[in-house]
């Protein structure tokens, strides 16, 4: 055995120690990169606005002239659309997905609960695009034909729902339907765990005195849980606010204040994606990206709200919890248990046959409850099914071609007696869908995954918890923005690459750079304490305990994550029309435009030819099961801490 030399020992926990301070220092300057990219993502929007805003002031707010000839712009029209849009969505979607979480929650059975819970999950994963092109499909003409003249003949055609000279399907309604079934599983989802967050006491002290599962449910857990559920329909709010590609496939896109909902109309994200890649660079183009300021302004404040609401949530869960039921009984129209005719006048309930109906009475509402909780949640799966259906329908005989995954784009053609059309591919796309993502991976994988460590391991701090604050704002920044900006600095920086893969790798890097970041803290901080106190006590440094310790107990819930990430960034259209262009072809270079899944689908969704929509159905369904394989992927990679330490 080898004695260490004089001094040996010494020099190397002096070197142990000055890499623990860079592994600190490092992750830190990562992490605080998050709030630097907000920072940079609010400077080049305020700074390429400036013109616009130095122009027009306050009154672009307020003007609902859009003139491009005469350079007079205003954002009233697209702000209203906007508001229109997302309030109607919020009025459809909240009832239902309120519905939806209290079946789930509290009265399915657990058979049912896993598999319809993970339906659920899994509709908040489908691409924007793949929602838009089924809207355009099916619920424009659903609207079109049954109804927005039925609604319009119920209200006597008056108020919103006022009629047209011709409904046509694409208009606010449309859109508004869109933004509801993309928001319910959203809030489903959040509200849903916020009921399951209420103590289990809570259920079970009002059962005890008699209770339906539903009066339990209305008395003892709603109340709790209603931070929980308010911070679920902002999150909600702030996807309707930014969504830009589905409602600009189902909107029609005219820059007028409707008076009616059954009108065309605009958004502020509908109005970037339709003027921004077509508008020379000038003051229009200015005023687009004032829109996009605007845009940005709103999406953090409804961000940041829901996260401070979502923040005292969780600060209260370890609180007193409400009164129990018995302190609240004078409330109730009477006690839940029939009491013997010698107790007081003010707590004695009817008996015998008034008894009897009060007890039906009970069992009907209960009944009642479990029926329209249950139809809710159809509705929230509903869209889901439908879109598959839709995509194998129209389709599957694409998918089912080998050549269809290395093909081209054919040339648009509608078969007709004596004429076959060519069959097409999706090489190109699947291609460059690929490359872009590899190349966010490369930029968000690293980085994400030592932010999170600093906010995991050293992070306990102020600048921490900032930090943790910025990157969920990121979350819900509409995606548009991040490729609005990452198109500019690549204008401004690398003007041949500002369409490329390369410019859509780095737009789809950004998207997935937040997303990492906190799904490594949340994952390093599921790893018990005590294992860390343990890797300590035996002398490893704490930066040796984190990369072989924490992370390897926590590597499933880190691939989770990641695969989360990565299903999000491939299937997002938003950023990538503004940075990767689109081609037809294979890809030969970094700097060249490229080919990808959302943008081809988004191209032909609206095509006459009938053989390019076929492909872009095709396309929808290789994105349908990407997400699912990542979906199940992310569930089979996550185990239990324990195993995981066990098999480390």
Do not use: K
């Not at 690929?434 to 690293?446: E, F, K, R, S, Y």
């Not at 369409?499 to 799904?519: K, Q, Y």
């Amino acid at each position: 055995m080898t004695r260490p030399r004089p001094g040996q020992p010494a020099r190397r926990l002096r070197w142990l120690r000055r890499l623990g301070q860079v592994v600190h220092a490092g992750t830190a300057l990562l992490a605080a990169g998050l709030i630097g990219l907000l920072a940079l993502l609010a400077y080049v929007l305020v700074e390429f606005a400036e013109p616009s805003i130095r122009r027009f002031g306050f009154g672009f707010l307020s003007s609902s002239t859009w003139d491009g000839i005469h350079n007079v712009f205003g954002a009233w029209p697209q702000i209203g659309g906007t508001l229109i849009t997302s309030a109607l969505a919020l009025l459809l979607a909240v009832p239902v997905a309120l519905g939806s979480a209290i079946f789930l929650s509290e009265i399915a059975p657990s058979w049912l609960r896993s598999p319809v819970t993970y339906a659920v999950d899994l509709s908040a994963a489908i691409p924007s695009v793949v929602y838009g092109f089924w809207a355009y499909l099916v619920l424009v003409p659903l609207d079109a034909q049954t109804i927005e003249p039925g609604l319009s003949w119920l209200s006597g055609g008056r108020g919103p729902f006022s009629a047209p000279e011709r409904f046509t399907g694409s208009d606010l309604f449309t859109a508004s339907i869109v933004l509801a079934v993309m928001m319910l599983p959203t809030i489903s989802a959040l509200s849903r765990e916020a009921l399951r967050a209420v103590p289990r006491t809570q259920r079970e002290s009002a059962l005890s005195l008699g209770a339906t599962r539903w009066e339990a449910t209305r008395m003892s857990v709603l109340g709790p849980a209603r931070s929980g559920i308010l911070a679920g329909v902002i999150l909600g709010l702030g996807r309707a606010l930014g969504e830009a590609i589905a409602v600009t496939m189902v909107i029609g896109n005219i820059p007028i204040l409707p008076g009616t909902v059954f009108s065309s109309g605009t958004t502020l994200a509908s109005w970037l994606v339709t003027g921004f890649s077509e508008t020379p660079p000038g003051l229009e183009q200015d005023a687009l990206i004032e829109l996009g300021v605007i845009l940005l302004v709103v999406a953090i404040l409804v961000n940041v709200l829901a996260r401070l609401i979502l923040a005292r949530f969780r600060d209260r869960e370890g609180e007193e919890p409400p009164r129990p039921l018995w302190r609240r009984r004078r409330r109730l129209r009477g006690p839940l248990l029939p009491t013997s005719a010698s107790a007081p006048t003010a707590t004695r309930v009817p008996t015998g046959s008034a008894f009897l109906r009060r007890r039906r009475a009970r069992r009907a509402v209960l009944w009642a409850a479990i029926v329209v909780t249950a139809g809710c949640t159809v509705l929230v799966v509903l869209p889901l099914a439908s879109v598959v259906a839709t995509a194998a329908q129209l389709g599957g005989s694409a998918v089912l071609q080998p050549g269809f995954y290395s093909g081209t784009t054919p040339i648009g053609c509608n078969a007709r007696a004596g004429v076959t059309c060519p069959v097409g591919g999706i090489g190109p796309e699947i291609q460059g869908s690929l490359v872009m993502l590899g190349l966010a991976a490369l930029i968000a994988v690293p980085v994400g995954l030592l932010a999170g460590i600093y906010l995991s391991e050293y992070g306990r701090n102020r600048f921490g918890r900032t930090v943790s604050f910025v990157a969920d704002v990121l979350t819900g920044v509409p995606t548009i923005l991040l490729g609005v900006v990452v198109y500019v600095v690549f204008l401004m920086s690398y003007h041949d690459a500002a369409h490329s893969a390369l410019s859509g790798g780095v737009a789809l890097g950004l998207i997935m750079l937040p997303i990492v970041t906190r799904a490594t803290e949340e994952a390093l901080r599921t790893v018990p304490v005590a294992l860390r106190e343990a890797a300590l006590a035996l002398g490893f440094p704490r930066h040796r305990v984190t990369g072989r310790v924490v992370l390897g107990c926590a590597r499933g819930a880190l691939i989770t994550g990641i695969l989360l990430a990565g299903s999000r960034a491939i299937g997002d259209a938003a950023a990538l029309l503004f940075t990767a262009g689109g081609s037809n072809f294979y890809l030969q270079n970094l700097t060249t435009p490229t080919a990808s899944l959302p943008w081809f689908i988004f191209q032909n969704f609206n095509s006459p030819y009938l053989n390019l929509q076929t492909d872009a159905w095709g396309a929808v369904l290789v994105l349908l099961l990407i997400m699912l394989v990542v979906s199940i992927g992310a569930r089979l990679a996550v185990r239990p801490v324990g195993d995981a330490a066990g098999a480390g």
